[in-house]
């Protein structure tokens, strides 16, 4: 190969020059052999690294590597698997033809792109843009081969967005281990939010990650597990179990539990509190255990109507969960998840371990709160009280 070629290869990665780089032109056109790759820096925890990101006829692949790595495969991609590859630099944009009889010409032209700061701080770097192609999305059936979200999938997509804001905004502020991140999902279904979950944490964070979705669904859990092989989701895994009894051999850094039903979210919340998971993001779903309990004579003018007391039944359900959360330490707040006109369950719960222990003055003041509305307590606090985490002195 040239050594003009080589120079520049090494320059752009070993430099840390290249701003982003394509691909593309397979000299095979085979299988095996993917359409383009992609590569752009991005910083991680781990450090800075170079993301190849490979695109096949129904999947997309993602590697991060260091810049010396990077290099050495580029030197191949470039001289052996390409024809045509394209460099953008902040000094200037090169254009690398090979010809039929093996001649390499470079061609220098006038910067397309200014150079940018790495940051994860940036949320062009987290969420997902229109025309960005996701292998994920593909094989969900959100999204086309060239990237082209379905429109009667936009809502999907829109909410798998905003998931991703809150996940990007939690993970900032949390203390995690660097080595693995432990990940649960509670009543995954059919695990979009899931998938989009594996996808930021391991290939736009750079986190090793094993995660597990839980569902009562034979089939739903087949159809996941098939998704995850096909994607070579390697740490993904999809299990059929019951949120209150299904056993993890780990705690898990972070717990999810999206529209679980009634008290299917105390049960997963019961788990988070019990393993001092350090994230937790809840979004409840048919909140019905208050419904007929709650008494508050002020409030009779609006609690006589039924569909105003349901309302202000889930209102009064998550705070009082928002409350315990409180009380063992964790720094919560609630928050939207989605705009009304797409789903009445719109409030997530996010929850992020501060201070780990059992606090007698933030359970005081749910108690407080619990006997404003004529009770005695609520499903999660007695699980909590039941595995002993609530002192015997406070009970009651």
Same mark, same amino acid.
């Given at each position: 190969m040239p050594d003009d070629l080589r120079?520049?290869?090494? +320059?752009?990665?070993?430099?840390?020059?290249?701003?982003?780089?394509?691909?593309?032109?397979?000299?095979?056109? #085979?299988?095996?052999?993917?359409?383009?790759?992609?590569?752009?820096?991005?910083?991680?925890k781990a450090g800075f690294v170079f993301q190849f990101e490979?695109?096949?006829?129904?999947?997309?692949? +993602?590697?991060?590597?260091?810049? =010396?790595?990077?290099?050495?495969?580029?030197?191949?991609?470039?001289?052996?698997?390409?024809?045509?590859?394209?460099?953008?630099?902040?000094?200037? #944009?090169? +254009?690398?033809? =090979?010809? #039929?009889?093996?001649?390499?010409?470079?061609?220098?032209?006038?910067p397309t792109r200014s150079e940018s700061a790495l940051s994860h701080d940036r949320p062009k770097n987290y969420r997902l843009a229109e025309n960005q192609v996701a292998d994920y999305l593909i094989h969900l059936g959100i999204m086309n081969a060239d990237g082209m979200v379905f429109q009667k999938k936009y809502d999907k997509f829109r909410q798998i967005n905003k998931f991703l804001e809150f996940v990007e905004d939690a993970i900032n502020k949390a203390r995690l281990p660097e080595h693995r991140l432990r990940v649960i999902d509670f009543g995954c279904g059919k695990a979009y939010l899931t998938f989009a979950l594996y996808h930021y944490l391991t290939s736009v964070r750079g986190l090793s990650v094993e995660a597990t979705g839980l569902d009562l669904k034979e089939d739903v859990i087949a159809f996941c597990n098939r998704t995850a092989d096909e994607l070579e989701y390697r740490s993904l895994h999809f299990a059929v179990g019951d949120i209150a009894s299904y056993d993890f051999n780990e705690k898990p850094q972070l717990v999810v539990t999206l529209h679980a039903c009634d008290t299917a979210t105390d049960e997963a919340l019961l788990r988070a509190i019990q393993w001092q998971t350090d994230i937790i993001l809840s979004v409840p779903c048919c909140q019905h255990e208050l419904f007929p309990k709650i008494r508050n004579t002020e409030l009779r003018p609006l609690m006589k109507h039924g569909i105003l007391k349901e309302k202000l039944s889930s209102l009064v359900t998550d705070a009082l969960r928002a409350s315990l959360l409180e009380a063992f330490g964790y720094e919560v707040s609630v928050m939207e998840f989605i705009d009304m006109e797409h789903t009445p369950k719109n409030v997530l719960i996010r929850a992020l371990l501060k201070k780990p222990g059992f606090h007698q003055e933030k359970y005081r003041a749910f108690q407080a709160f619990l006997k404003t509305w004529g009770l005695e307590a609520t499903y999660l606090e007695k699980g909590l009280a039941a595995r002993r985490l609530i002192p015997e002195s406070e009970e009651g």
């Open positions: 120079g520049l290869l090494e +320059h752009a990665f070993l430099n840390r020059a290249l701003l982003t780089g394509t691909f593309s032109s397979p000299a095979q056109k #085979d299988a095996e052999t993917a359409k383009k790759i992609t590569v752009k820096p991005v910083k991680t490979e695109f096949y006829a129904k999947r997309v692949l +993602h590697e991060n590597l260091k810049p =010396s790595a990077a290099f050495e495969k580029a030197v191949i991609l470039a001289r052996d698997t390409y024809r045509q590859t394209i460099l953008s630099l902040k000094e200037a #944009d090169f +254009h690398i033809f =090979s010809t #039929d009889r093996g001649e390499v010409k470079i061609l220098k032209q006038k």
